[in-house]
């Protein structure tokens, strides 16, 4: 089975760094990638919000400033339960608005830490 996973970020060495830890994890995995926001909307909808794994950084906004973690909770709630945020902080969970807890990857992250928190939300 492929795993299928969307990295919404806006770093390209995160996105390398992201897609070498993936192959090392899952055996059969596609990457999508998107720098911005408008593009990870034109993803996700055109993917029908069937991603195994959605990595997103919380500091990708769109062109109105709304952030892509805003984004996620209004437009795509059904991918929620898939996300983990790879982000510069000291915290290791965050809460959405009703209360669910979306998983951190903080940056820098190790091969160990990475790979623990996304076979959590995409079992083997």
């Given at each position: 089975?492929?795993?299928?996973?969307?990295?919404?970020?806006?770093?390209?060495?995160v996105?390398?760094l992201?897609?070498?830890?993936?192959?090392?994890?899952?055996?059969?995995?596609?990457?999508?990638?998107?720098?911005?926001?408008?593009?990870?909307?034109?993803k996700a909808?055109?993917?029908?919000n069937?991603y195994?794994?959605?990595l997103?950084?919380s500091?990708?906004?769109?062109?109105?400033?709304?952030?892509?973690i805003?984004?996620?909770?209004?437009?795509?709630?059904?991918?929620?339960?898939?996300?983990?945020?790879?982000?510069?902080?000291?915290?290791?969970?965050?809460?959405?608005?009703?209360?669910?807890?979306?998983?951190?990857?903080?940056?820098?992250?190790?091969?160990?830490?990475?790979?623990?928190?996304?076979?959590?939300?995409?079992?083997?």
């Amino acid at each position: 089975m492929t795993v299928e996973v969307l990295v919404a970020d806006d770093d390209l060495d995160v996105h390398e760094l992201v897609n070498d830890i993936l192959s090392i994890t899952f055996k059969d995995i596609k990457v999508d990638r998107v720098l911005d926001a408008e593009s990870f909307r034109a993803k996700a909808n055109s993917h029908k919000n069937q991603y195994d794994l959605v990595l997103i950084a919380s500091d990708v906004a769109d062109a109105s400033g709304k952030d892509i973690i805003s984004i996620l909770l209004d437009e795509f709630p059904t991918l929620i339960e898939k996300t983990a945020i790879i982000e510069e902080t000291a915290a290791t969970v965050r809460f959405d608005r009703s209360g669910a807890e979306i998983p951190l990857i903080k940056k820098p992250f190790s091969l160990d830490e990475f790979s623990s928190v996304i076979k959590k939300i995409c079992p083997l």
